[in-house]
């Protein structure tokens, strides 16, 4: 079993910063892309930023310039650094990630169960 937990959220008031969490376990051979996703309420879930195995990021254009993903490969676990929030930043941030778990199968796409961030004054 391969399990996500996530970490960071909270209230933060606008401007502020959050650094989001996730940490991948179980039976992992070896994990490709990453990434964080947000569903805000009545919306469709986004895609907010991604890394590649090998290091490259991809940001959604709203998070350009304020969010920072990163991971350490040594503790499965990705980060979203999040810097000069916003209002239209509250969301329910969902971690993804394409992890293999055996030398024989391809990867498949795993996620966390949600962490809920907030920005308000």
């Known amino acids: 079993q391969v399990q996500l937990v996530e970490s960071g959220g909270g209230l933060v008031q606008p401007g502020g910063s959050l650094r989001l969490s996730c940490a991948a376990s179980?039976?992992?051979?070896?994990?490709?892309?990453m990434g964080w996703y947000r569903q805000a309420p009545g919306n469709e879930r986004e895609l907010v930023a991604t890394?590649?195995?090998?290091?490259?990021?991809n940001y959604v254009d709203s998070a350009k310039g304020r969010f920072t993903i990163s991971r350490d490969n040594a503790k499965n676990t990705v980060y979203l650094q999040m810097n000069s929030l916003k209002p239209e930043d509250t969301a329910v941030y969902y971690c993804?990630?394409?992890?293999?778990?055996?030398?024989?199968?391809?990867?498949?796409?795993?996620w966390g169960q949600g962490t809920q961030v907030t920005v308000s004054s």
């Open positions: 890394i590649a195995g090998g290091g490259s990021t």
């Open positions: 993804n990630a394409d992890i293999q778990i055996s030398l024989w199968g391809g990867p498949r796409p795993y």
């Open positions: 179980g039976s992992i051979f070896s994990i490709h892309a």
